[in-house]
């Protein structure tokens, strides 16, 4: 049997995991970037330019400027879809505080799923002989509706269950675990009580849109099993 340890370590206010919205462009990044400077030249043509050059363009810088304003639009308010889903955009941040577990979920990347689904954060522990997909040892949090909105979702600590630590680790030695957030998407009728593992999501008719990753540190209690 492993040995088993329930309280991380105190440093609450190490640094966690941030992410960083970097990668290659998509059609909403294009676009956004294009419609500034095909304005502008638009504009330029009217002020400065004369004959066949302004008509050239006007007839090419303006049509762009206005394409490219009107999809940059389209995509922030959801009416299409351009911009790469990543889990870069869905996860803006996530970590520990003194009593919770949390993460930022951007849940604009999430539209496509409003209308049927509602979304929730899953914790899990990954170990190297168990299926991460059947392990009921999970924490999740309440469901949340899409709104479009960045909305904070935190677990408390208390609700994580025991962590393994290394063999060869003595009562009071600390060690480093890895915590895994899930964060998934679940017919709006359904109860966040049905899942007891990663392969309910799916079972459920929901999936798992995006994980991220965090080290925590923990300390091997006096209540350890081995």
Known sequence: MR????????DADKPVGISVLRGNLNLAD????ASFPMTAIAFAALLWANGVARKILLWV????????????????????????????HLMLGWGRAPDSYYAFVNSHALLEYKDT??????????????????????A???????TGDTIMIGIPITQLPRVSAPSGKK?????????MYNIVVLPKNN??????SLADVGNSGGKIVGSSVMSDT???GENSKI
């Open 3 to 10: 040995r088993r340890e329930q309280q991380p370590k105190g």
């Open 191 to 196: 109860s966040e009580d049905l899942i007891k």
């Open 140 to 146: 999740k949090s309440k469901m949340f509706t899409i």
């Open 171 to 179: 009562i009071g030695d600390t060690f480093d675990a890895t915590i």
């Open 61 to 88: 810088a303006l049509p762009i400027a206005i394409a490219a304003y009107i999809l940059d639009i389209s995509d922030r308010l959801g009416w299409i879809s351009l911009s790469a889903r990543t889990n870069e």
């Open 30 to 33: 294009l676009a956004t970037i």
């Open 117 to 138: 689904f509602k979304f929730m954060l899953i914790l899990s522990v990954p170990y190297s002989d168990v299926d991460r997909m059947t392990d009921t040892r999970i």
């Open 218 to 220: 923990f300390i091997k």
